[in-house]
T-cell receptor, first 112, second 116 residues
């Protein structure tokens, strides 16, 4: 059974810091791994999608990496801004049952 | 990018009534749609997977008679919460996946259901 874990559960940093959010999954049989952002009371915004054959994806200040063999993905946020404050979710699309399994999220707060 | 809409965005209903939530893929054909539920400060839990024209597959612990899912066309899936109770109050999010190799899912904005 696929399980997705995110560490840390919550993070508070001053503006301008570079930070790393971690995601681990127990079963490496995945099609892809996706990172999302969720603002309070809102739906999901897709940030980056990494195919199982890829190692990383970049979009602006965001960089996501994927290491299937170790069951890990990281989301790197450069030069954090208060507007980055949100919950970040990672989700692994598992080949077994074709299901997407979500982590519990990391709540990020960037202080001005 | 592909757009998925949900209607309504929020709804308040009385205990014992039924509520229908619509999920539409606006610019692509969704062969598969997924319904998730999210309780406050928790992650998304998959409720069911529906393929167009066939019965939905429910996750363990999800009552199929309570959460009726219909995927009648390639652009529309509906979730009906029947005989709603306060414990059904939650954030319901749908996602849709079209054809293609990326298997990327596109998520709707969510529907907040409050049962009084």
């Amino acid at each position: 059974k696929q399980e997705v874990t995110q560490i840390p559960a919550a993070l508070s940093v001053p503006e301008g810091e570079n930070l790393v959010l971690n995601c681990s999954f127990t079963d490496s049989a995945i099609y892809n791994l996706q990172w999302f952002r969720q603002d309070p009371g809102k739906g999901l915004t897709s940030l980056l999608l990494i195919q199982s054959s890829q190692r990383e994806q970049t979009s602006g200040r965001l960089n996501a990496s994927l290491d299937k063999s170790s069951g890990r993905s990281t989301l790197y946020i450069a030069a954090s801004q208060p507007g980055d404050s949100a919950t970040y979710l990672c989700a692994a699309y598992h080949t077994g049952g074709f299901k997407t399994i979500f982590g519990a999220g990391t709540r990020l707060f960037v202080k001005a | 990018g592909a757009v998925v809409s949900q209607h309504p965005s929020w709804v308040i209903c009385k205990s014992g009534t039924s509520v229908k939530i619509e999920c539409r893929s606006l610019d692509f054909q969704a062969t598969t749609m997924f319904w998730y539920r999210q309780f406050p400060k928790q992650s998304l839990m998959l409720m069911a997977t529906s393929n167009e024209g066939s019965k939905a597959t429910y996750e363990q612990g999800v009552e199929k008679d309570k959460f009726l899912i219909n995927h009648a066309s390639l652009t529309l899936s509906t979730l009906t919460v029947t005989s709603a109770h306060p414990e059904d109050s939650s954030f319901y999010i749908c996602s849709a996946r079209g054809e293609g190799q990326s298997y990327e899912q596109y998520f709707g904005p969510g529907t907040r259901l409050t049962v009084t």
